[in-house]
């Protein structure tokens, strides 16, 4: 089947920097969009930052300018560069990919387990 991992998250201190990494492994024909979510403690999953196939991008209004998301087609993989982290950043991070199965040639979402993200002041 297809498997995502994410994987850099840590502990942090208001402005400084963390680089996320996810890496999509298995039944691979193609991966479509590819995306970063979070999930603070009581509150709903969000969207963080998506890229798509050709590399364009989105990101939520409350990291404009202070998160990139980037991936390599060759490896399977997409990250997610924090920087100028604030205490609101603190969450679950989750990645997100649209996948076509080699196997069944079914096109899903697939989600990570998630990487904590905790940012102290």
């Known amino acids: 089947q297809v498997q995502l991992a994410e994987s850099g998250g840590g502990l942090v201190r208001a402005g400084g920097s963390l680089r996320l990494s996810c890496a999509a492994s298995g039944s691979i024909f193609r991966i479509n969009a590819m995306g970063w979510y979070r999930q603070a403690p009581g509150k709903q999953r969000e969207l963080v930052t998506t890229?798509?196939?050709?590399?364009?991008?989105n990101y939520a209004d409350s990291v404009k300018g202070r998160f990139t998301i980037s991936r390599d087609n060759a490896k399977n993989m997409v990250y997610l560069q924090m920087n100028s982290l604030k205490p609101e950043d603190t969450a679950v991070y989750y990645c997100?990919?649209?996948?076509?199965?080699?196997?069944?040639?079914?096109?899903?979402?697939?989600w990570g387990q998630g990487t904590q993200v905790t940012v102290s002041s």
């Open positions: 890229i798509n196939s050709d590399d364009r991008t």
């Open positions: 997100n990919a649209n996948i076509q199965n080699s196997r069944t040639w079914n096109i899903r979402t697939y």
